[in-house]
């Protein structure tokens, strides 16, 4: 009995020991023994605006290879990373997950033991308003030999940092804004019934790729409804009409330009700018004054007035004398 009591507590020994190795080597390296290897990615909406549609593509590097009977990067094992995709709109303020399966090599693909190392990298893009994730990945493949039989475990980090399953590995922006332009009409003589014309201006960045039009929305009369990036729109205003330009990818730049109408003097404010935030506005306002002729001289009017005032006297003074000899 006492045997069997020993043989079960060793056999519970090694088993916990086997246990520990085991979650040791799991938590040092993020992945036991694993054939694929997931790469998260998080799409967040910065402003105004509606993504586009986004492919994002990635490269990977032979890094480094130690504890190997080779020494040469280069001998390891190629490693592809899909693409990760999504649909116009897709980009959400909290971020709109997507994900790639990497499929590792075989562990009969590696030379034998040995530590190899990746680096994975975004590859930027050209689309207007997105930001692409510079910071890479470190992809490392450990093949250990466990009791005569080869074994492989995968650990990702970003910088430092470990990565677990629900980790995104690359991060990206979509940020876009609005352009708002409106009209005011003041002055006794203001027509608030007349539209005024206004060019609106569009400048992207260079090496940057824009949507073919941008929507312009609102107003009271027929404008165009779509402008180009590096195109100029003619539309027309009048009192109390908004015409707003939407979503603009953050850098483009504007100008708008009123033009001139007789009569009338103008005050602007943010005719000119970039786009950098959920809404830039160009504020216009017309004034037009005038002297209303009442056929009176207001120069003259005080004397005017004094004279009355002696005729009114006068006709007081006689009605009172009449009834004075009528008494």
Known sequence: MRKVRKLLVGVLACVMMLCMSTAAFA????????ATVTINKLYK?????????????????KTNVSDSAITDPGEMPNITVGDISYAQGAAKADGAQGSTVITLPEVSAFP???????????????????????????????VVNDNGTLKRAVGLKKGDSKLYDEDAAFTNTYSAGKLNVTKTVEGNLGDRNKYFDF???????????????????????????????????????????TVTIENLPYDVTYTVTETAAEGYT???????GTINGASATAAFTNTKTGTIDTGVNL?????????????????????????????
């Open 199 to 241: 060019q609106v201006t569009l400048t992207g960045v260079a090496g940057k790729t824009y949507g073919e039009s941008y929507v312009i929305s609102g107003g009271s009369t027929s404008n165009p409804t779509t402008v180009t990036v590096d195109g100029t729109a003619n539309i027309q205003l009048k009192h109390g009409d």
């Open 112 to 142: 034998g033991v040995g530590v190899y190392t990746y680096t994975i990298r975004e590859t930027a893009g050209t689309t207007a308003g997105v930001t692409y994730d510079s910071a890479p990945v470190t992809l490392v493949i450990t």
């Open 266 to 272: 103008t005050e602007k404010t943010g005719d000119s």
């Open 45 to 61: 909406l910065v402003g105004d605006g509606s993504s586009p549609a986004e492919a994002f593509h990635f490269t990977v590097e």
């Open 27 to 34: 938590e040092e390296t993020g992945y036991q023994d694993a």
């Open 299 to 327: 120069d003259s009017l005080p004397y005017i007035l004094v004279f009355a005032g002696v005729i009114v006297v006068g006709a007081i003074a006689l009605i009172s004398r009449k009834r004075r000899f009528q008494d």
